[in-house]
Structure formats: structure tokens, C-alpha cells
């Protein structure tokens, strides 16, 4: 793995108190998600949205069926939860179930599951609630925001009209998005795939291109990310379907 400093071992990771040490905690756990050239940006956000931009980087680069209209609902219903109450989200009324939606609910709590592995794996460089569901996911609230976005909705609606907000969902945003074009992987509107290309998710050329991408980056140690489920290269059918 591309580490300063060299891949450092479990045992150093896990039991050392020397000084520096989060640091090279952090800087594993980055590179385990190829995002080592983002650690200042990432450093920057508030809790927990750090891990929240990070799962992000890594879901929209890796799934070429997340649009931009996918990663406002991400945001906003992360946003918007932190002053919801157990009371309002009970009382929260939905119009329909969406399937994508529900896989897409799904498809972030297995990637939250993933990181909080990790983080454990590294040490512990972040802390264990920020990882946590009910800090940065709930699935109606989520599904509110789906169905506001796919409608067109603007984005000072989807964050409630709240500025505070408002201002953080841009930091949020931009964060992910410049990360993405870094990597050849532009985070575009749905409705622009379909004006533009044939069939509901033709994007099929710069998928190609992030797949060759990685593997100009193989020989980093991000050779994990391409044996499990969810693959490209063994799975790309699995992964379209969402």
C-alpha cells in the first residue's frame, strides 16, 4: 500500500502509544480506500461527516449507476438527521416505496459496515459512532429525501430550507465530486445519462476507463477492493443493477 512512512504492521497499529501514531492510523485506513490524497480535505469536515465523504468517494467511484441526484439524498438525509427526534422520524410519511431506493439504503449501510471494519483494522484512527447508522443513515428519512431529488426538488428543500445546512451539504458535495473527477468517475444527473446516451444507465465507456484506472493503481494494495462482491471486474452486473 502507498503509505508515507511504508505499510506499517498490525501490531504497531494496535498496540503502539508512541506519538504519531493516529496519524499513520489514518493514513492506513485511506489508503485501504485509495483516498490518501484526500486526508486534508477529509480532515477539514465536522464528525462524522468525514466518514460519511469518505464512503461516498469510494461508492460513487466504484458504482457507475450513483448519479447526482443519488448523492444529494445522501447528503441531505445525513444532514438533516442530526436534529431529528425518534418521535419525528416514527411519524415520517412516504408518498411510495421506491425499490432503488431501498437497495440504495442498503448499499450505504454495507459500505458503513465495511468502514467500520477498517477502522478497526487500522487502530481506531476514527471514532466508532461516527461509523454508527443512527448517526448518519436512517432508511425513511433516506427514502424522503430519494423521492424529493428524483422529483427535482431543490436542493435548499431537500435540506428543509435550513442555511446551516445548505452551506455544509455544499462542502459536502464538493468534497465528494472533486474526489470523483480526480478519478475520471463525474458524478452527473440521471436525467443527463438520459438525454445524452441510450438505455436507462449507458455509461458504459467511462466505466471502462475507471476499470483501467484501477488497474494502473493495482500494485498500491488496493487489491482487496477488486476480489469481494460488488467488483467490477467479477461482478459488474451485480453492481449496475443498483
Known amino acids: 500500500m502507498n503509505i508515507p512512512g511504508g505499510t506499517p504492521s498490525l501490531k504497531l497499529l494496535w498496540l503502539s502509544t508512541e506519538s504519531g501514531i493516529q496519524a499513520r492510523r489514518l493514513d492506513a485506513l485511506l489508503a485501504c480506500f485509495d483516498l490518501s490524497s484526500l486526508k486534508e480535505e477529509l480532515q477539514a469536515l465536522e464528525r462524522p461527516f468525514q466518514a460519511l465523504c469518505c464512503l461516498l468517494i469510494y461508492l460513487f467511484v466504484q458504482v457507475d449507476a450513483l448519479s447526482l441526484e443519488d448523492l444529494h439524498a445522501f447528503i441531505a438525509q445525513a444532514l438533516c438527521l442530526q436534529e431529528k427526534s425518534t418521535a419525528q422520524l416514527v411519524d415520517l410519511q412516504l408518498d411510495h416505496v421506491d425499490p432503488r431506493a431501498v437497495q440504495l439504503g442498503s448499499l450505504l449501510v454495507r459500505g458503513l459496515t465495511t468502514l467500520v471494519l477498517v477502522n478497526s483494522a487500522c487502530g481506531f484512527p476514527w471514532t466508532a459512532a461516527d461509523f454508527m447508522p443512527w448517526n448518519l443513515f436512517d432508511g425513511k428519512l433516506f427514502h424522503q429525501k430519494y423521492l424529493q431529488s428524483e422529483k427535482g426538488h431543490a436542493v435548499e428543500v ?85
Do not use: I
Open 158 to 242: 431537500l435540506v428543509e430550507q435550513n442555511r446551516s445546512r445548505l452551506t455544509t451539504f455544499h462542502t459536502l458535495k464538493s468534497v465528494v465530486c472533486k474526489a470523483c473527477v480526480k478519478e475520471n468517475r463525474p458524478v452527473v444527473s440521471r436525467r443527463h445519462w438520459r438525454s445524452h446516451h441510450s438505455g436507462r444507465w449507458g455509461r458504459q465507456g467511462s466505466s471502462s476507463h475507471r476499470t483501467s484506472s484501477g488497474h494502473s493503481r493495482s500494485g498500491q494494495g488496493q487489491h482487496w477492493r477488486d476480489q469481494g462482491p460488488g467488483s467490477r471486474q467479477h461482478e459488474p452486473d451485480q453492481w449496475r443493477r443498483y
